[in-house]
């Protein structure tokens, strides 16, 4: 039962993904005073099945110089880090319940590095290694904070369970750390390479990044990838700050506005400059959260002394 409904997540992970690409084309199309895609299918909505009909069947290039096996590998290792993921999915039956999910969340995002790198460094391109050199700095500057934001909330419910969440939040850990809700906001945007902090894919110097040089299966595997690390911090988000109450149809809700909501960024504010990007995490996220940690660590000591 714990692989039928594994694949069953991962398979309406998938069709979200589809969505959430139609979602974003659509919201910018209104923010750029357009209509977006509303040709094919009633009102767009089968734009993206035609999108990966169309991706899946173009030739597959690659360049003469790269390093082949690695080239070809590094998409499908990074789609299968963000399938990975969701194995975190805290469902009460059916699946299998990590005790330990902060760790092995923090496992695979550090792994996650290896992928962009390796594509970069393999597709034997200068631009494509200079965007896998970004991409791996500002990831790995902003797990340092984002690291440290989430164990302040792992403190209020004595475990690394995600699951827990929904036990002990009786009222949403964000109304209790709002700038820290914000940081945590902010290091998700760097963490998926989304806007303003997309450097890695700086397409007025860059082109496109450290993926310059796949096409076809290989860029939608990484496409891919991308898409479902966004909807899983969407996720993350709407368990350890909104509630947590995965049981209920306002959970999902509240998931698709934090998607919206990520989207809605891309569309209005422009890219950093890349030391301004650095010194955010180091100078301003990384002290704050510290703080925090400190602040909330001696508050509940004191409670426990209390009783």
Partial sequence: MFVISYLVTLVFILISVGFVTLLERKVLG???????????????????FSDGIKLFFKEQTYPYMSNFLIYYLCPVFMLFLSFLLWVLFPQVINVYNFDYGFLFFMCCTGMGVYGVMLSGWSSNSKYALLGGLRAVAQTISYEVSMTLIMLCYFLFIFSYNFLDFMIYQFFWFLLFSIPLFFCWLSSCLAETNRSPFDFAEGESELVSGFNVEYSGAGFSFIFLSEYMNIIFMSFLTVVIFLGGDFVSFFFYIKVVLVIFWFIWVRGTLPRFRYDKLMYLTWSVFLPMSLNYYLFFSMFLLFMMMDY
Avoid: A
């Fill in 30 to 48: 209104y923010i750029q005073l357009r209509k977006g895609p509303n040709s094919v299918g009633f009102m767009g909505l089968l734009q993206p």
